[in-house]
């Protein structure tokens, strides 16, 4: 499993920078958030994957006593996603907006810096 | 999407996503949950709720904007952070607990406050984003 | 001491608050701090008279030994009283040049920065922050140089004066690294104690170039000299203390400094030599050929450090003491010249030295301080110019050798220097005033008098010079390392071949004035030479490497995403596989990998033609739609994988981020596919390689042993100390509490953009422009 999850990875970061790469606006925020859906699962997957273990304490243990999943990734990871949620929601605002006063949705044509405006 | 069906559903909906929300939050501590988990789901509610009824009835019934609670939640976070230094002379974020846990809740503590901040910050950021949004859409 | 040095940054910072107060009535207010500062160091002159040094520590990086470690001895003092009692001078000398200035404040606030850190420089023990406050000097004067920014020629010269000498102070940081290293202190107390170690270093002639690059890109030597005149751009109050009194001598007072650590070694004083002789001879012929009054000045202040360079290149006792003197005696009378030329200026709006004549009839103090100041320029008898200049020949007939060539070097010198000092000095003011300057308004009290008191001050000096010897110039010789026993300063010593000399000096300046007269044709003539002068090649020089950096940044900072990202990424692939390619094992432990399930499977699968759906569609919504069933595949492998927490937070933003995008995807442009063919498969082909590179990473950590350290803390620690049994929260909200306190800022800074960029009105100019 572990080796399909490994491609699975590879899959979503070349997809990912195949749609940053385009030069379609929206490509390019799809592309971010796939990105950062491949860097979770890259962060999940280094940690090593556990199943049916989760990182929680049995009600009547004060300690694990048997095998649990890593709770560091799933943390870090935790607050990566609704992070992220924020970086999508502003990016896509910027784009809207960017759309709004340049009226292109080229990336190349939004090369040009104020001065030369 | 104002059917009715889904108007009269949200008007239900709501309290009890709220209370599960708090119900997430709070157990947060023992079992999956917490307060980004809590905080999400409390947003999620609201905006079902602006989805059957309309923004404007959903920001009636919120009676301030939702951006208050990031100051808000931000300022609970940090001052439970900051009870340890100026009530105990201990570091930064230390945590303190109370001897005796409550009924339901469990063991109170400085973390539970935080948590609650977390819980806010979250319902305020995604609610500001999802209004500004779709009042200016 | 601290206290001094920033009283006038701070002082600077007010103004932003209070300008408006000082571009009133109050505007003589400033002057107080100089006049305070200077009163403050002058109570020190006692105790330094008497052979003292005091010493303020302050630790600033202690683990470098860098420490804000301040001595005041009696090169310093000197040169803390020049700073404060010419800047008191000159600030309210400002109050009144500058007085209906729109920018007033403005002017005090760089000045007064500009003070603190020339005091904290002539202050600084530690070669390090006196590093920092050369740097400071050099950014403030910047400023000031630019003051009229509306001028091009004005904000040019700056550029170029803030080039030189930045420049200049990356030398000296590194110079002053070099000395540290070798001697292993950052003070130059300590280095005293021991110059032999720096000496004897076979890095010694290194530290010592790096140290000459700061002195003379500051100082001003040949062939940095050409900032200088350009700096005459700056309001006259400027050129007075910056370009006269004190920034350009802070050259001078680091060789001066340095010499008990650095001299005495044949590099040191040849070169020095040489440098200041050919900056004396060249600046001091060069102001004949000059009819700006400033211009003029500004050669023949050039030609005065030159001679500082010079006699400090000698290095003997009586050259020594003939710099320190000088020093002096220049500040006095070149700060008084430079502001009579601000008078003139004033009153007559022009500072061209071939039409104005007759001046004493319209400004009578200004005249009396010119003259004062020509005499003491000059060296005749009863200025302090005439120890000056005595001190100097006695410097040279004392060196070992090549006597008379150095001698003649400094008579032609002096000459010519006293040549431009009756052409600045007396020349406006003498012969019959013409018409257009007869209804020239009587200077302001505080125009004309700084000069008049400064020259005086020079007479003053010069007749007795006894009020100086024990004050001033013996503690600088003595903070030197040098013997004070010898030093008499005298008015007359007797019938010597100094005096005739001296004589000569006098008489052939007199004579060159009465026989050669500043005309226009004469600087037509030397800016037909500027072709070959250092500040062109330097300008052709700035062209070429400006032209190479737009060629460069055009290349690479073209505008284009795209094409940042793939150049980063080819870098990021060639580099990582390469490494890969030599140290890798491609060992994959199958064994150790769970089994595959049919249900992880068909999730995968799901998730996998779910992206390849999101990549390839052409319609929005249906990317939408692929992305929401792609994040919620992802959070079906969090629930297999003993990840709730993870599972119900992706869930939610899953959720969330659809929402999102249905609200503004008709308010977004359309999905375009704008890419050609070739381009696609090109990045198709860039983006399959990074995928690839990311698996293998993946899979060769994998490989690797985990270290478990740190979880199973948390895991041990989690219910016993943190009474909390879901250990991913308890690491947000407790263990690792105060960054989750700062992951919650970010989002709601993000949503704060979200708010401002959405409720922010376009402005009309911006909508919809092109």
Known sequence: ?117 | MKTIILRTASNYLLPILLLFSIFILLRGHYLPGGGFVGGLIASIAFVLHAFANGLKDTKKLLKFHPGYLMPAGLALSFLSGLLPVVGFDEPFMTGLWLHHPLPVIGSIGTALFFDIGVYLVVQGVTLTIIFTISESA | ?770
């Not at chain 1, 006593?65 to 609704?82: C, F, G, K, M």
């Not at chain 3, 005696?329 to 200026?345: N, R, S, W």
């Not at chain 3, 026993?485 to 000399?501: D, M, Q, S, V």
Request: hydrophobic share 50%; net charge neutral.
């Open chain 3, 1 to 770: 001491m601290l206290t001094a040095i920033l009283t006038g940054f701070s002082f600077s910072v007010l103004l932003i608050f209070l300008g408006r107060f000082v571009k009133g009535k109050f505007s003589l207010l400033p002057s107080l701090l100089p006049l305070g500062l200077f009163i403050y160091f002058a109570q020190f002159i006692g105790e330094i008279s008497q052979g003292k040094t005091i010493v303020r520590n302050y630790e600033w990086i202690p683990s470098f030994g860098v420490n804000l470690s301040f001595t005041l001895d009696g090169l310093s003092l000197l040169f803390s009283l020049m700073i404060t009692g010419i800047g008191f001078l000159v600030f309210a000398y400002t109050s009144a040049y500058l007085k209906t200035h729109k920018f007033l404040d403005r002017f005090y606030g760089y000045l007064s920065a500009f003070m603190a850190a020339m005091l904290g420089l002539v202050l600084s023990d530690n070669v390090i922050s006196l590093f920092v406050f050369w740097e400071l000097t050099s950014i403030s004067s910047f400023f000031l140089i630019g003051f009229n920014n509306t001028n091009e020629a004005s904000r040019k010269s700056a550029l170029t004066a803030l080039g030189i000498t930045g420049i200049g102070g990356l030398l000296l940081l590194a110079g002053a690294i070099v000395l540290g290293s070798i001697s292993g202190t950052y003070s130059i107390a300590e280095m005293m104690q021991d110059p032999s170690v720096i000496t004897g270093s076979e890095y010694y002639i290194l530290a010592v170039a790096l140290i000459f690059g700061a002195a003379f890109t500051k100082s001003a030597q040949f062939p940095f000299h050409f900032w200088l005149p350009g700096a005459m751009k700056a309001p006259t109050p400027v050129s007075t203390y910056l370009h006269s009194a004190t920034m350009v001598k802070a050259g001078i007072y680091l060789l001066l400094r340095l010499t008990p650590v650095l001299g005495g070694e044949a590099f040191w004083n040849t070169s020095l030599i040489i440098v200041g002789g050919i900056t004396m001879l060249y600046s001091a012929v060069h102001t004949i050929f000059r009819t700006d009054l400033k211009g003029i000045l500004a050669y023949s202040t050039i030609s005065a450090l030159g001679i500082l360079v010079f006699l400090i290149g000698l290095g003997t006792e009586a050259s020594l003491l003939a710099a320190a003197v000088f020093i002096l005696v220049h500040a006095l009378y070149k700060a008084t010249l430079f502001l009579i030329t601000g008078a003139i200026d004033l009153g007559t709006k022009t500072r061209d030295v071939t039409q104005l004549r007759g001046l004493r009839r319209v400004m009578l103090p200004v005249a009396i301080a010119g003259v004062l100041a020509a005499l003491s320029n000059a060296g005749i008898p009863s200025s302090i110019g005439f120890i000056g200049k005595d001190l100097i020949y006695e410097g040279t007939l004392h060196f070992e050798n090549s006597v008379v060539l150095l001698t003649a070097l400094a008579l032609i010198t002096n000459v010519f220097i006293s040549y431009a000092g009756y052409v600045a000095g007396i020349k406006p003011f003498f012969g019959k005033l013409p018409e257009e300057f007869k209804e020239t308004k009587y200077p302001d009290f505080f125009i004309w008098f700084p000069p008049v008191l400064l020259a005086s001050l020079g007479i003053l000096f010069g007749l007795f010079p006894g009020l100086i010897e024990g004050a001033l110039i013996k503690p600088i010789v003595s903070s030197l390392n040098l013997p004070t026993e010898e030093i008499h300063l005298k008015f007359w010593h007797g019938f010597t071949p100094i005096l005739a000399l001296s004589a000569l000096t006098i008489g052939s300046g007199v004579a060159m004035y009465f026989l050669l007269k500043p005309s226009k044709k004469l600087e037509n003539f030397i800016n037909s030479l500027e072709v070959i002068s250092p500040k062109n090649i330097l300008e052709q020089f700035n062209n070429v490497f400006e032209r190479f950096s737009s060629l460069w940044t055009n290349t690479f900072q073209n505008g284009y995403l795209r094409n940042y990202v793939s150049t980063i990424i080819v870098f990021l692939v060639a580099l990582v596989s390469w490494v890969l390619l030599q140290n890798t094992t491609y060992k994959i432990d199958y064994a150790s990998f769970s089994k595959l399930t049919i249900y992880e499977g068909i999730v995968v699968g799901i998730m996998f033609f779910a992206i390849i759906f999101t990549v390839f569609t052409k319609s929005r919504l249906a990317a939408v739609a692929a992305m929401g069933v792609m994040g919620y595949s992802i959070c079906l492998l969090f629930v297999f994988y003993s990840a709730p927490d993870l599972a119900m937070t992706q869930f939610a933003i899953d959720t969330l981020t659809v929402i999102l995008f249905v609200l503004v995807l008709y308010r977004l442009p359309k999905y375009l596919s704008l890419s050609d063919y070739k381009n696609r498969i090109r990045d198709g082909i860039l983006s399959i390689a990074f995928g690839g590179l990311i698996s293998i990473l993946a899979l060769e950590v994998l490989a690797q042993p985990v270290n478990e350290e740190i979880s199973e803390f948390y895991a041990k620690n989690s219910y016993i100390e943190a009474h909390g049994k879901n250990v991913v929260n308890v690491i947000l909200v407790d263990f690792r509490g105060a960054d989750t306190m700062v992951e919650i800022s970010v989002l709601a800074i993000a949503a704060i953009g979200v708010f401002g960029l959405l409720k922010l009105r376009l402005k009309s100019t911006e909508r919809g422009q092109r």
């Open chain 1, 1 to 117: 499993m572990e080796l399909l999850l490994a491609i699975m990875t590879g899959v979503l970061y070349a997809a990912g920078l195949y749609m940053i790469l385009r030069r379609s606006l929206v490509k390019l925020i799809i592309g971010l958030i796939i990105i950062s859906n491949g860097a979770n699962l890259l962060i999940f997957l280094l940690g090593r994957i556990t199943k049916g273990h989760p990182p929680i304490i049995p009600e009547d243990a004060k300690m694990f006593s048997e095998i649990y999943a890593d709770p560091v990734p799933q943390a870090l990871i935790l607050t990566a996603i609704v992070i992220s949620f924020g970086l999508q929601s502003f990016a896509i605002i910027l784009v809207k907006r960017a759309y709004k006063v340049v009226n292109t949705d080229d990336i190349d044509k939004m090369n040009a810096t104020d001065e030369e405006v």
